[in-house]
């Protein structure tokens, strides 16, 4: 550290070139992130200083978050549904599953994922001493339901499904999960991180949340498609004793109780989620919803013209394309300046539309990759 602090004008020069290396989100096509609401970076400032892990101190702000859980509870299926804003998706998973461990109680748990799941599952295993199986997929990339069944034995807790996967942004069959999960008695967990602010206002409805009877939390993150600020999750459980595993005892602050994994934690993005939610009501996410969806059909329109597909006709703002000599192509995207990302298996390029796309960089970049591809 410097001995003698900078003046302000010399440490705001330092943030600005700092600042000045990051990339703008014009060109990113590789991102689940985006530029937050402009509503959402107000509320976030004016509750800087706010902390929820001690909130007997910021009644406030705990107020606008059960408010949050409630809009999120609507939106999801269960107005009554309970939970917290967490630190992403990753905290939510963890936290899931932990619920499922402890109330669950067996010697070597383990869940049961599609092998489409995000790697916070990974992460989940580690740190929570529980196996992670792996199940494969359908030929549309959704988790083959039998497969599942087959992998369940009596050590299993709980059924993972997702809406909105990372790489595909397909939708898993949850009815049948949810059958499953019912007639095995085990947990139901559906990430929706980054579906969970699109599928419901996409114009095709999908059985996917709370409404589907079997489902016993969900994941839904409002710093991705939310347009909130980071850091926003969103851990939700149709029943309250889904969060007292997770209590522990908290003798020096201004609650008796904490259910969170993260201590300390941001009031500014809770404000910043209510904020936005309730600026933008259905009708401003379904704007928001309609318009990546139309860039991304202009997208694989266009790259239809010359002959590159995607592997599934998009659920969502996230496309899969297979293009040839993909690496290369990729390579030569980049030194245009675009950030694209690929899938695993089978290997594609990955695209996400979000909200900071317009139409005139969707057309700029079907050029670019035309060009890429014949060079
Ligand atoms: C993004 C994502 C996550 C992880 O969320 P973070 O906010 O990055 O922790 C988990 N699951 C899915 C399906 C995701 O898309």
Same mark, same amino acid.
């Not at 599952?121 to 990339?141: H, P």
């Not at 939310?226 to 003798?251: K, Y």
């Given at each position: 550290?410097?001995?003698?602090?900078?003046?302000?004008?010399?440490v705001?020069?330092?943030l600005?070139?700092?600042?000045?290396?990051?990339?703008?989100?014009?060109?990113?096509?590789?991102?689940?992130?985006?530029?937050?609401h402009?509503i959402?970076?107000?509320a976030?400032?004016?509750?800087?200083?706010?902390?929820?892990?001690?909130?007997?101190?910021?009644?406030?702000?705990?107020?606008?978050?059960?408010?949050?859980?409630?809009?999120?509870?609507?939106?999801?299926?269960?107005?009554?549904?309970?939970?917290?804003?967490?630190?992403?998706g990753?905290?939510?998973n963890?936290?899931?599953?932990?619920?499922?461990?402890n109330?669950a109680?067996?010697?070597?748990?383990?869940v049961?994922?599609?092998?489409?799941?995000?790697?916070?599952?990974d992460?989940?295993?580690?740190l929570?001493?529980?196996?992670?199986?792996?199940?494969?997929?359908d030929?549309?990339?959704?988790?083959?339901?039998?497969?599942?069944?087959?992998?369940?034995?009596?050590?299993?807790?709980?059924?993972?499904?997702i809406?909105?996967?990372?790489?595909?942004?397909?939708?898993?069959?949850?009815?049948?999960?949810?059958?499953?999960?019912?007639?095995?008695?085990?947990?139901?967990h559906?990430?929706?991180?980054?579906?969970?602010?699109?599928? @419901?206002?996409?114009? /095709?409805?999908y059985?996917?949340?709370?409404?589907?009877?079997?489902? #016993? !939390? *969900? %994941?839904? &993150? +409002?710093?991705?498609?939310?347009?909130?600020?980071?850091?926003?999750?969103?851990?939700?459980?149709?029943?309250?004793?889904?969060?007292?595993?997770?209590?522990?005892?908290?003798?020096?602050?201004?609650i008796?109780?904490?259910?969170?994994?993260?201590?300390?934690?941001?009031?500014?993005?809770?404000?910043?989620?209510?904020?936005?939610?309730?600026?933008?009501?259905?009708e401003?996410?379904t704007?928001?919803?309609?318009?990546?969806?139309?860039?991304?059909?202009?997208?694989v329109?266009?790259?239809?013209?010359?002959?590159?597909?995607?592997?599934?006709?998009?659920?969502?703002?996230?496309?899969?394309?297979?293009? @040839?000599?993909l690496? /290369?192509?990729?390579?030569?995207?980049?030194?245009?300046?675009?950030? #694209? !990302? *690929? %899938?695993? &298996? +089978?290997?594609?390029?990955?695209?996400?539309?979000?909200?900071?796309?317009s139409?005139?960089?969707?057309?700029?970049?079907?050029?670019?990759?035309?060009?890429?591809?014949?060079?």
């Amino acid at each position: 550290m410097n001995q003698k602090g900078l003046s302000e004008k010399e440490v705001l020069a330092l943030l600005k070139s700092a600042r000045q290396k990051d990339t703008s989100y014009e060109k990113v096509l590789s991102a689940m992130c985006t530029r937050p609401h402009p509503i959402a970076m107000k509320a976030h400032m004016d509750f800087l200083e706010s902390n929820l892990g001690d909130s007997g101190l910021f009644s406030g702000t705990k107020e606008l978050e059960e408010k949050v859980i409630n809009i999120m509870g609507g939106l999801l299926g269960d107005p009554d549904a309970c939970g917290y804003i967490t630190t992403g998706g990753t905290e939510s998973n963890i936290q899931a599953l932990r619920t499922a461990r402890n109330l669950a109680n067996k010697k070597r748990p383990n869940v049961i994922v599609p092998v489409s799941a995000h790697f916070s599952f990974d992460k989940t295993a580690d740190l929570l001493g529980i196996k992670i199986i792996k199940a494969g997929l359908d030929n549309e990339f959704k988790v083959d339901v039998s497969a599942v069944e087959n992998l369940i034995d009596d050590n299993t807790i709980a059924l993972v499904g997702i809406a909105g996967s990372t790489e595909f942004g397909q939708i898993d069959p949850i009815n049948d999960l949810a059958g499953l999960a019912m007639s095995r008695d085990v947990f139901l967990h559906i990430d929706a991180a980054f579906g969970g602010f699109i599928i @419901p206002f996409l114009g /095709k409805k999908y059985d996917f949340d709370f409404s589907v009877r079997g489902v #016993t !939390s *969900i %994941t839904a &993150d +409002p710093h991705k498609m939310g347009m909130s600020t980071i850091p926003a999750g969103g851990l939700l459980f149709r029943e309250e004793a889904c969060l007292f595993p997770l209590e522990i005892d908290t003798p020096y602050l201004t609650i008796r109780k904490q259910h969170s994994l993260a201590g300390t934690r941001s009031g500014g993005a809770v404000a910043a989620a209510y904020a936005v939610m309730t600026h933008l009501g259905r009708e401003g996410y379904t704007r928001i919803v309609d318009r990546c969806m139309r860039m991304t059909k202009r997208l694989v329109d266009g790259a239809g013209e010359f002959g590159v597909t995607p592997l599934i006709d998009p659920v969502m703002n996230i496309v899969a394309l297979s293009v @040839p000599d993909l690496d /290369k192509v990729r390579k030569r995207l980049r030194e245009k300046g675009w950030f #694209t !990302s *690929i %899938t695993r &298996d +089978p290997k594609a390029m990955r695209l996400i539309i979000m909200p900071h796309m317009s139409e005139g960089s969707i057309d700029r970049f079907v050029s670019d990759l035309g060009e890429c591809i014949r060079e």
